[in-house]
């Protein structure tokens, strides 16, 4: 049998066989590019009318917040912490109490203020009997004195009497000595020439002397009626100054009211200053104003507190609502009323049903700390926002926290 030769395909590297050209297919003419560009165009074209439509009608920020009523609880008075009696994120109510302080120096301040009060008290009490007093004894004493005016006056005229009859007495006497002593000088002429006798002599001595004696008593009559007269005037003087005395008693009741009023006003005073020591007593327990979260404590046992400075902030979740910052331009067709969408970023996005309450009656810059002074110059154009409050018509059972963000849209429509 011959053998068989190998071909030149069998002889041939196998390299070279694949290195030759394979023969190209005919191509057919692209005619779907055109088709899938049409049909991409439109579904864009639908998409942006979606979305346009959707949007129309509707503004929408992500710029939102939620907020609430943040109270600060401070101290009424001053003093050292005795007992912190909540903790960080405790729910507490209205009247709760919250923080106690030391009120070791508020009970003697309250025990001071009612020894005050005693005291003017008392005070009133003594005021009150001697105005009694006064007022009893005005009628009376008036009456005594204008008796004793009488009194004197009367008496007065005694003395007086007195002392004309002494002046007479005194005028008899005197010319009963005259007459005696004349009698005495003829009987004296007499007896030396003999006509009488000494008996008859001595007789006329004896008249003259005790004519003498006589004009002496009527002459001390007169001294001691001038004396009454003297006394008399003298209690004229005396019981008529009781009598002005007397008449002045309606301005020493007087007195004595305004003392009355006086000790009432500081019975007053003492009890308004007994209030405000058991007030301050009170105080030294410090009370939740509101329900609501504990936030922010910084109170701490043994520390100083003063009413100037916050122990800790109390939160309410059940009053939120929304603060949503619009652009200018997105404001123009919104109105109160209007049905707003929230989306609260911390639910993932669960939506919530509310309603515009009110817009801003001034951008958020404008009330910045330092606002934005336009007329320096260098102006740079930028967007401003106006908060718009949104209140919400359902919660959803969702704990809605102050400082949540959220996505709000306002139908305008």
Do not use: C
């Amino acid at each position: 049998m011959a053998a068989h030769a190998p071909s030149l395909e069998e002889t041939a590297p196998l390299s070279e066989l694949r290195a030759e050209p394979a023969v190209a297919a005919p191509t057919r003419p692209r005619k779907r590019a055109p088709l899938v560009a049409g049909v991409l165009s439109l579904v864009a074209a639908a998409v942006a009318l979606g979305v346009y439509a959707r949007g129309r009608g509707h503004e929408t920020t992500d710029d939102a917040q939620l907020e609430g009523h943040v109270a600060a609880v401070q101290a009424r008075v001053s003093g050292q912490v005795r007992r912190v009696l909540v903790t960080d994120n405790q729910t507490v109510r209205a009247g709760d109490v919250v923080v106690e302080l030391d009120d070791a120096d508020y009970r003697v301040r309250v025990a001071a203020a009612q020894a005050d009060l005693r005291a003017a008290e008392a005070q009133l009490l003594v005021a009150e009997k001697q105005r009694g007093v006064a007022a009893s004894g005005a009628d009376s004493g008036l009456v005594v004195a204008q008796s004793g005016v009488a009194q004197a006056a009367a008496g007065g005229s005694g003395a007086r009497a007195e002392l004309d009859q002494a002046r007479a007495d005194l005028t008899a006497a005197e010319s009963r000595r005259a007459l005696a002593t004349s009698e005495l000088e003829r009987s004296q002429r007499l007896f030396a020439q003999g006509a009488v006798s000494q008996a008859e002599l001595d007789a006329r001595r004896t008249t003259s002397e005790q004519a003498d004696a006589a004009l002496a008593q009527a002459r001390a009559r007169v001294s001691r009626a001038d004396a009454a007269i003297a006394g008399a005037a003298s209690s004229v003087e005396a019981a008529r100054g009781r009598l002005l005395a007397a008449q002045s008693a309606p301005a020493q009741i007087a007195a004595a009211d305004a003392q009355v009023a006086l000790a009432r006003a500081r019975v007053d005073q003492a009890k308004a200053a007994l209030e405000q020591a058991e007030l301050s007593l009170g105080y030294t327990k410090v009370r939740a104003q509101t329900s609501g979260t504990v936030s922010r404590r910084t109170v701490e046992v043994g520390q100083l507190v003063s009413p100037d400075r916050p122990l800790l902030a109390l939160v309410s979740l059940d009053d939120t609502w929304v603060v949503a910052n619009y652009k200018e331009d997105q404001i123009a067709h919104m109105r109160p009323g209007q049905l707003a969408r929230v989306k609260v970023d911390a639910y993932g996005g669960k939506e919530l049903v509310g309603h515009v309450d009110s817009l801003a009656s001034g951008t958020g810059s404008r009330f910045s700390l330092l606002p934005p002074d336009n007329a320096s110059g260098n102006f740079t154009k930028v967007v401003q926002r106006v908060p718009v409050l949104v209140r919400l018509d359902e919660r959803g059972g969702m704990a809605l926290r102050p400082g949540m963000s959220v996505e709000v849209s306002v139908e305008t429509r």
